[in-house]
């Protein structure tokens, strides 16, 4: 009796290997890859980064150099592929504020740190926020979702993982067939203009 117990355990735990041995990876993507060529991904994880300078530095360097930056987003049972928005040369583009996210010391916010953006109000910011129309009237359909991250270079990229992870969760509820675009941006810190000479100084050169 008592070894029949032992061989029924034993037999339980052997397939309880075997079917976590089977489990496959999920795999979700958002952003255009701009190639069907595997060979010219370039996958790349927060945690090799010190801050976020060297992320959008690397992503940056890799775009020019005929490449495709990829960040890879893992959990124990999924991984989300990040095809960021990135041009070697510039392009004349200005999204209107809505679409910003703003870091500081791992917190995320709104256009101009206006308001901190809270996990469970990402579903609403995604719909209202982050949709992205061709034309100024909000009553047509949106050509996709689009959200510029932004940050001085030298935050912590801790936090920008965390909302990564739980915008990329919420958008896929959606189960919508537009994409979802991610760009990564540098927040230029303010420099004052010199201030103005007076007329009277002026007058006496």
């Known amino acids: 009796m008592v070894k029949a117990i032992i061989f029924t355990k034993y037999l339980i ?7 976590c041995g089977k489990h496959e ?7 255009m890859p701009k190639a069907k060529n595997d060979l010219l ?8 980064f010190k801050d976020y300078g060297m992320l959008i530095d690397r992503i940056k360097e890799i775009t020019c150099n005929d490449s495709i930056p990829k960040i890879v987003v893992e959990n124990k049972y999924l991984t989300r592929n990040i ?8 392009m004349i583009f200005d999204p209107k504020g809505k679409h ?9 916010y709104k256009d101009g740190f206006s308001e901190e953006i809270q996990t469970n109000s990402l579903s609403r910011i995604l719909e209202n926020d982050f949709t ?23 935050e912590k990229l801790i936090g920008i993982e965390k909302f990564l992870s739980a915008l990329t969760l919420e958008f896929d509820k959606l189960e919508t067939t537009l994409e979802l675009n991610i ?7 303010y420099i004052s203009p010199p201030a103005l000479k007076n007329d009277k100084q ?3 050169k």
């Open 83 to 90: 095809f960021p928005i990135e041009y070697c040369e510039p």
């Open 25 to 31: 990876r999920e795999v979700k993507e958002y952003g």
């Open 132 to 154: 992205h129309y061709l034309t100024s009237n909000e009553s047509e359909k949106p050509e996709y979702y689009m959200v510029i991250i932004e940050s001085i270079r030298n």
């Open 183 to 189: 760009g990564f941006w540098e927040v230029v810190p």
């Open 13 to 19: 735990f052997l397939m309880l290997l075997v079917s």
């Open 41 to 48: 991904n370039v996958s790349l994880k927060f945690s090799e």
């Open 100 to 108: 910003y996210v703003s870091f500081e010391k791992g917190k995320a």
């Open 202 to 204: 002026i007058d006496k």
